[in-house]
Structures are given as structure tokens and as C-alpha cells.
């Protein structure tokens, strides 16, 4: 029997990719090391705590320059537990380390080399097991359970958008003005494109003629494919996103959206008229300078929090935990084009597609009113929701008069002249985007009106 009596293993810690030096504007709010051999090592252990967000990457070299041809991602969040053991598998090792421009003030970065190591868990659960994380995806958003065990999953349900198909923009789902010199909006090869003109104050306008419903519990989410004719121009702004006018649109009194304001890119987030704008972005994709390429934009938002996601990265998150981060929750879809003064040549920007989305199923629970005895007018709902169905008990009374609106008469989704005809179900199934108000001419009508 042959066995070893003793074993020594001698871990090193390695100098040229550990540091304790804070990520400044001074070295470009980066670290790189510089490589090392792992030629007789297996693990290499990597550990960071910092003030701020950050991307670290393990890059592996056969020849240790230029050639950094594998490469491990992770995503550190600020103040947060690291630490990873990665399979050395070719000769050179060297580890980067950045901020999205943010200084720390705060920064342990050490690497160390092992020539013995099994990449696994730093610790095990209580029984000895490994531990399973509940799965997480990019964006930091976990996946749940319902108490007997089953995964809680949902459908997404579009609520908003339309194609743009043909060379006529569909009046019965979106609004565009173009105004000054040159200025225009068109449809054409699948995409709607503005050109801003180059008039003083010239403006391009697009918005959805519907809005989403936001229902409570569930995540909302945008998500458009922009194409930009260049990467910024003096004097135009250009936004797209969601968007809400309280006194009419295209005016956008709240909301969230991407701005390209001359060759500042920011992100925005609207309350009564008042703008947060941010060009120091707390995600992992860094400063972000927009290209001419097509590219695709999200922002998913729910009461407290605004995601913006630039190419399935996180560009920025926006919490609202003292102050609601709008004044609705319900949006339409925009994107328009400004001047602040005189072009010297127009500025596209091209819409392939632009849509909005509920986290979860389309249709709620339901609720019921009824509509009983003499004239009168009804406001069943102050907010966007859908109209199922209209019952019959009934054929008294002239007619009934469904509006969608908070106030007022207009505009009108139909009229019904009550008789025997009349009598039963009335399915409708269509969303209202205002509010839900019914008309009754005559006395004695009875009817149940079924809606969300």
C-alpha cells in the first residue's frame, strides 16, 4: 500500500491582480492586472468588496498578449459578497475590473492561484447539501414559487402597439404630427421614420392612440426597436418610450423614456411635468453613447422601481421608495423629435417596432354593475379597463349610450336601442382606455353590465 504521509499546498496570492487601489477617473474607473502563469494551477480564487457596482472579468490567455480568448463575466453589486473559483485552463491569467465611471471609495480586489481546488460553493446548506440559489436572471430579477411547490409563471400580454406594415400610418392606432421645414413622419419598409427638418423649433410627434392598463401586482414592461441616423446633432432632442399627456398628448406630463438631447444620452423619468433627467447610469452597461445600428430598448417599471434595458443589459434602475415615480401607472407609447434651433441638416430616427406589454395574464377578475330604474347617467370607472359584456334583464326604456371617458359624452363605443331584441347577453370584450360611463334614455331599463 503506497499513500501520502503529508501534503503541502502552496496557494500564492497573486500580486499583479490584486489591488486595493480606488477606480477613479484617474485610471479610467479600471483595474487590469497583468498576467500571470497558471501552468501547474487549478483554481484560480477571485474575491472583490467595493462601494459600487461593478463588472469583473476573469480573462484567460495562451500566449498572455494580445490573445484574452476566454473570458468569465460576473456583475458585483456594491457592498455585496464575491467571490469565485474559476478552472484555470490556459497558461496566462489576468483579471479586469470596472465601474460605470463611478469612483470608489471602497476597493479589495485580491486573486489568488491554487494548485489544488475544486470549484464549487464556498459553503454547503445545512444538511451537507449543495445550495441551490433560487434562479436569477441579468437583470436581477428572481424566479418564485406558489407555497405547494409549483413555479409562478406568466404569459405576457400586449396591450399596445401595432406593426407597420404598408406606406400608410393606421390612424386607429397612432397619432403623428410633423411640423417645419423639411419635417415629416413616414411609413415605409416595415419601420416609421422621423425626420426632425432643421426649422427652429420644428417638432415630430408619434404616440399610441391607446394606453396600457397597469393592474396592481403585476411588472409592465416597453420595448421598442430604435434605429438612430446618427449619434447626436446640436440643437434636437430626440425621446422614445412611455409617455402620458394629463392634458393632452404629444405634451408628455409623466412617464420614462431614452433622450438624445445634441450627443448627451440620458435616461428620464417624468412626474407632473418635471423631468429626472440621469447621465451617470448605476447599471452595468456603463456610459452608454448610442450607435447608428439598430438597437433594443426596454424599460420595465411597476409602482416602485423603472428598469431601463439597453440590448438585454441593465443601463439604469430608478427607485420611488418615499414618492410615487409618476402620477399614473397607465402609459401610451411615444417617441418624437425637436428642435431648439436651426439644423444645418435633418436627423432621422427610425421605429422598426414599439409595443407595450403586461407582465401577466390580459384580463382580471370582473366586476358587475347594474342599471335599473329611471334616466340617468353612470360612471362605472374613473381609469382604463375592459368591457365584457352587457346582460339584458329587460327591453324597457329608449336606448343606452357607452362612452369612454371619465366625463362628458364622447367618444362614443355604441349605442343600443332597447327592445325585444335586445333582451340577453351582449358581448363586447373590448378595452376602454379613459373610463366607462353609460347613458340610459327611458325609465325601467334593467341591465348588468360586466367589466374590469
Given at each position: 500500500m503506497?499513500?501520502?504521509?503529508?501534503?503541502?499546498?502552496?496557494?500564492?496570492?497573486?500580486?499583479n491582480?490584486?489591488?486595493?487601489?480606488?477606480l477613479?477617473?484617474?485610471?479610467?474607473?479600471?483595474?487590469?492586472?497583468?498576467?500571470?502563469?497558471?501552468?501547474g494551477?487549478?483554481?484560480?480564487?477571485?474575491?472583490?468588496?467595493?462601494?459600487?457596482?461593478?463588472?469583473?472579468?476573469?480573462?484567460?490567455?495562451p500566449?498572455?498578449?494580445?490573445?484574452?480568448?476566454?473570458?468569465?463575466t460576473?456583475?458585483?453589486?456594491?457592498?455585496?459578497?464575491?467571490?469565485?473559483?474559476?478552472?484555470?485552463?490556459?497558461?496566462?491569467?489576468?483579471?479586469?475590473?470596472?465601474?460605470?465611471?463611478e469612483?470608489?471609495?471602497?476597493?479589495?480586489?485580491?486573486?489568488?492561484l491554487c494548485?489544488?481546488?475544486?470549484?464549487?460553493?464556498?459553503?454547503?446548506d445545512?444538511?451537507?447539501?449543495?445550495?441551490?440559489?433560487?434562479?436569477?436572471?441579468?437583470?436581477?430579477?428572481?424566479?418564485?414559487?406558489t407555497?405547494?411547490g409549483?413555479m409562478?409563471?406568466?404569459?405576457?400580454?400586449r396591450?399596445v402597439?401595432?406593426?407597420?406594415?404598408?406606406?400608410?400610418?393606421?390612424a386607429?392606432?397612432?397619432?403623428?404630427?410633423?411640423s417645419?421645414t423639411?419635417?415629416t413622419i413616414?411609413?415605409?419598409?416595415?419601420?416609421?421614420?422621423?425626420?426632425?427638418?432643421?426649422?427652429?423649433a420644428?417638432?415630430?410627434?408619434?404616440?399610441?392612440?391607446r394606453r396600457?392598463?397597469y393592474?396592481?401586482?403585476?411588472?409592465?414592461?416597453?420595448?421598442?426597436?430604435?434605429?438612430?441616423g446618427?449619434?447626436?446633432?446640436?440643437?434636437?432632442?430626440?425621446?422614445?418610450?412611455?409617455?402620458?399627456?394629463?392634458?393632452a398628448?404629444?405634451?408628455?406630463?409623466?412617464?420614462?423614456?431614452?433622450?438624445?438631447?445634441?450627443?448627451?444620452?440620458?435616461?428620464?423619468?417624468?412626474?407632473?411635468?418635471?423631468?429626472?433627467?440621469?447621465?451617470?447610469?448605476?447599471g452595468?452597461?456603463?456610459?452608454?453613447t448610442?450607435?447608428t445600428?439598430?438597437t433594443?430598448?426596454?424599460?420595465?417599471?411597476?409602482?416602485?422601481k423603472v428598469?431601463?434595458?439597453?440590448g438585454d443589459?441593465?443601463?439604469?434602475?430608478?427607485s420611488?421608495s418615499?414618492?410615487t415615480?409618476?402620477?399614473?401607472?397607465?402609459?401610451?407609447?411615444?417617441?418624437d423629435?425637436?428642435?431648439?434651433?436651426?439644423?444645418?441638416?435633418?436627423?432621422?430616427?427610425?421605429?422598426?417596432t414599439?409595443?407595450?406589454?403586461?407582465?401577466?395574464?390580459?384580463?382580471?377578475?370582473?366586476?358587475?354593475?347594474?342599471?335599473?330604474?329611471?334616466a340617468?347617467?353612470?360612471?362605472?370607472?374613473?381609469?382604463?379597463?375592459?368591457l365584457?359584456?352587457?346582460?339584458?334583464?329587460?327591453?324597457?326604456?329608449?336606448s343606452?349610450?357607452?362612452?369612454?371617458?371619465?366625463?362628458?359624452?364622447?367618444?362614443?363605443?355604441?349605442?343600443?336601442?332597447?327592445?325585444?331584441?335586445?333582451?340577453?347577453?351582449?358581448d363586447?370584450?373590448?378595452?376602454?382606455?379613459?373610463?366607462?360611463?353609460?347613458?340610459?334614455?327611458?325609465?325601467?331599463?334593467?341591465?348588468?353590465?360586466?367589466?374590469?
Amino acid at each position: 500500500m503506497s499513500y501520502f504521509s503529508h501534503i503541502k499546498q502552496e496557494v500564492v496570492a497573486d500580486a499583479n491582480n490584486s489591488s486595493t487601489t480606488n477606480l477613479a477617473v484617474g485610471n479610467t474607473y479600471t483595474f487590469t492586472g497583468t498576467a500571470s502563469s497558471t501552468l501547474g494551477v487549478v483554481g484560480i480564487q477571485v474575491s472583490l468588496y467595493a462601494d459600487k457596482n461593478c463588472i469583473v472579468k476573469i480573462e484567460q490567455s495562451p500566449d498572455s498578449t494580445p490573445h484574452w480568448d476566454l473570458i468569465d463575466t460576473y456583475y458585483y453589486t456594491a457592498l455585496g459578497n464575491f467571490g469565485v473559483t474559476v478552472q484555470a485552463i490556459s497558461s496566462y491569467v489576468r483579471v479586469v475590473v470596472t465601474t460605470n465611471s463611478e469612483t470608489t471609495t471602497t476597493f479589495r480586489l485580491q486573486t489568488a492561484l491554487c494548485p489544488i481546488a475544486e470549484p464549487l460553493p464556498r459553503s454547503l446548506d445545512h444538511r451537507g447539501n449543495l445550495k441551490i440559489a433560487t434562479p436569477v436572471d441579468e437583470y436581477g430579477f428572481g424566479s418564485e414559487n406558489t407555497p405547494m411547490g409549483e413555479m409562478r409563471v406568466i404569459q405576457p400580454s400586449r396591450l399596445v402597439g401595432a406593426g407597420f406594415e404598408g406606406t400608410t400610418i393606421d390612424a386607429r392606432f397612432w397619432t403623428t404630427a410633423a411640423s417645419g421645414t423639411a419635417a415629416t413622419i413616414a411609413q415605409a419598409n416595415a419601420q416609421l421614420l422621423l425626420t426632425s427638418g432643421t426649422a427652429n423649433a420644428a417638432t415630430v410627434t408619434a404616440f399610441s392612440l391607446r394606453r396600457s392598463r397597469y393592474v396592481s401586482g403585476t411588472g409592465m414592461r416597453y420595448r421598442s426597436v430604435i434605429q438612430l441616423g446618427d449619434t447626436g446633432t446640436a440643437n434636437n432632442k430626440r425621446r422614445w418610450g412611455i409617455g402620458f399627456g394629463s392634458t393632452a398628448m404629444p405634451t408628455v406630463t409623466d412617464g420614462a423614456y431614452f433622450q438624445l438631447s445634441g450627443t448627451t444620452f440620458s435616461v428620464v423619468t417624468c412626474k407632473g411635468g418635471s423631468e429626472a433627467t440621469v447621465t451617470s447610469f448605476n447599471g452595468y452597461l456603463g456610459q452608454y453613447t448610442p450607435t447608428t445600428s439598430a438597437t433594443t430598448y426596454e424599460i420595465y417599471w411597476t409602482n416602485s422601481k423603472v428598469w431601463f434595458v439597453i440590448g438585454d443589459t441593465i443601463q439604469d434602475t430608478r427607485s420611488a421608495s418615499t414618492a410615487t415615480w409618476p402620477n399614473t401607472m397607465c402609459f401610451q407609447i411615444f417617441m418624437d423629435s425637436l428642435n431648439s434651433s436651426v439644423l444645418g441638416a435633418s436627423v432621422t430616427m427610425a421605429v422598426r417596432t414599439a409595443s407595450i406589454y403586461r407582465l401577466g395574464q390580459m384580463e382580471t377578475q370582473p366586476n358587475y354593475y347594474r342599471v335599473s330604474g329611471a334616466a340617468a347617467t353612470h360612471v362605472l370607472k374613473l381609469a382604463s379597463g375592459i368591457l365584457h359584456k352587457i346582460i339584458f334583464n329587460n327591453t324597457s326604456g329608449t336606448s343606452i349610450t357607452i362612452v369612454d371617458n371619465v366625463t362628458g359624452v364622447t367618444p362614443v363605443v355604441g349605442i343600443i336601442t332597447t327592445a325585444t331584441a335586445a333582451l340577453g347577453s351582449w358581448d363586447y370584450s373590448l378595452p376602454f382606455n379613459t373610463g366607462l360611463i353609460l347613458i340610459t334614455i327611458g325609465d325601467n331599463l334593467d341591465a348588468t353590465i360586466v367589466y374590469e
